[in-house]
T-cell receptor, first 115, second 114 residues
Framework: DTGVSQNPRHKITKRGQNVTFRCDPI?????LYWYRQTLGQGPEFLTY????????KSRLLSDRFSAERPKGSFSTLEIQRTEQGDSAMYLC?????????????FGPGTRLTVL | AQTVTQSQPEMSVQEAETVTLSCTYD???????LFWYKQPPSRQMILVIR??????QNATENRFSVNFQKAAKSFSLKISDSQLGDAAMYFC???????????FGQGTRLTINP
């Protein structure tokens, strides 16, 4: 399967712990996006990379959140000092340059539960 | 800031019938893209159909078509000959011409009754 992959698929943690998620985009996709989806809502944009450069960050991305894409391939999203409000599905997407409509291909997501 | 509104939290339709999902959006831009994404239960989101705002012709993809009314800022999705596999959450999304991020609506849960 050459789609976007995300690991882990599920993460349960206690409040105050740090968690890290990984996203592997479709190969040759140089754009990578992180979204957060809470129950019953649509995804909300968090951040966007083009190659290794983080070009846009949402105000939703507080200083407890950090994302990296060190070699322009996979990306990690870390949440420090987790809070119960961080419980959500974290979605990663990637896209290929050169398309005017810039279709974003989504991964299966990582579901985070903070106890 | 752009917003997308889906006013129907849930819809249901009989198998083989036609259903229309509503979406409205707010923007001051003239060039943008609109999308409908499908998110099946416990599965990843996939693109169903897209529409470029500069195109007057409504997009169609097999059983899926849109009614794009630019002046009214409306972008509805019509699913013809509904199938059991169409059951999912459907999200309407907006992307500005110069932007990368998608702005999503709240979603509509579609149930197909056999």
């Amino acid at each position: 399967d050459t789609g976007v992959s995300q690991n882990p698929r599920h993460k349960i943690t206690k409040r105050g712990q740090n968690v890290t998620f990984r996203c592997d985009p479709i190969s040759e996709h140089n754009r990578l996006y992180w979204y957060r989806q809470t129950l019953g809502q649509g995804p909300e944009f968090l951040t966007y990379f083009q190659n290794e450069a983080q070009l846009e960050k949402s105000r939703l991305l507080s200083d407890r959140f950090s994302a990296e894409r060190p070699k322009g391939s996979f990306s990690t999203l870390e949440i420090q000092r987790t809070e119960q409000g961080d419980s959500a599905m974290y979605l990663c997407a990637s896209s290929l340059p050169g398309q005017s409509y810039n279709e974003q291909f989504f991964g299966p997501g990582t579901r985070l539960t903070v106890l | 800031a752009q917003t997308v509104t889906q006013s129907q939290p849930e819809m249901s339709v009989q198998e083989a019938e036609t259903v229309t999902l509503s979406c409205t959006y707010d923007t001051s831009e003239s060039d943008y893209y609109l999308f409908w994404y499908k998110q099946p239960p416990s599965r990843q989101m996939i693109l169903v159909i897209r529409q470029e705002a500069y195109k007057q012709q409504n997009a169609t993809e097999n059983r899926f078509s849109v009614n794009f009314q630019k002046a009214a800022k409306s972008f509805s999705l019509k699913i013809s000959d509904s199938q059991l596999g169409d059951a999912a959450m459907y999200f309407c999304a907006y992307r500005g011409q110069g932007a990368q991020k998608l702005v999503f609506g709240q979603g509509t849960r579609l149930t197909i009754n056999p």
